[in-house]
């Protein structure tokens, strides 16, 4: 019997972000298990859908700086674009490539210890946007039902990871990130 794709709902997404990260009641990789290949290319579609969605949405307000804003701790629209971008080519996908045995791929830039992102204008957000899911859809073709989504390595920062847990935890990622643009529509 075939299973059906399922989109992992965001509140489902946020449920097991608390579970892993304030509760410290599971981990990812187990939480990850009972979700498919397919069900993550599902979700990530729909996050990136949400977040392109926002983008074109937003008023321009949220793309330039605020009257007086020098090194806000507020991101703004592009910004956040930057940092989904940054991190989940060097947090998520290059352990995922490198699991998987798939060449390195992009290179995205990386603010160093500042966390400081460039601010985007809107086109440049999403096109900056786009790049992101080539590289994602990349990354989702070349993961074949051959590979072990369980396959993992050892990461210094977090730990034993595998290919299914980077992948959930990049969902959770997008999500937080989503709700971030969310909240900067006005109203």
Not at 10 to 33: N, P
Request: overall charge negative; proline content about 5%; glycine content about 6%.
């Amino acid at each position: 019997m075939t299973r059906s794709v399922m989109v992992i709902e965001r509140a489902t997404l946020r449920e097991i972000r608390s579970k892993v990260f304030r509760e410290q009641a599971s981990t990812m990789r187990d939480e990850a298990a009972r979700f498919s290949l397919p069900d993550f290319e599902a979700t990530l579609t729909e996050l990136r859908r949400g977040i392109r969605a926002l983008l074109l949405a937003l008023p321009d307000s949220a793309f330039v700086p605020d009257a007086g804003d020098g090194e806000s701790d507020i991101w703004k629209a592009g910004q956040v674009i930057g940092h989904v971008y940054d991190a989940q080519t060097n947090t998520f996908l290059r352990p995922v490539r490198l699991i998987a045995g798939m060449p390195q791929g992009p290179t995205a830039y990386s603010p160093g210890a500042t966390m400081s992102y460039p601010l985007l204008s809107r086109e440049g957000a999403l096109a900056t946007l786009d790049n992101a899911d080539r590289d994602l859809l990349e990354v989702l073709g070349l993961l074949s039902p051959e590979v072990d989504l369980c396959r993992s390595y050892e990461d210094e920062r977090v730990g034993k990871v595998s290919i299914r847990a980077l992948l959930l935890f990049l969902a959770i990622h997008d999500d937080d990130h989503l709700g971030q643009l969310e909240a900067m529509l006005p109203g």
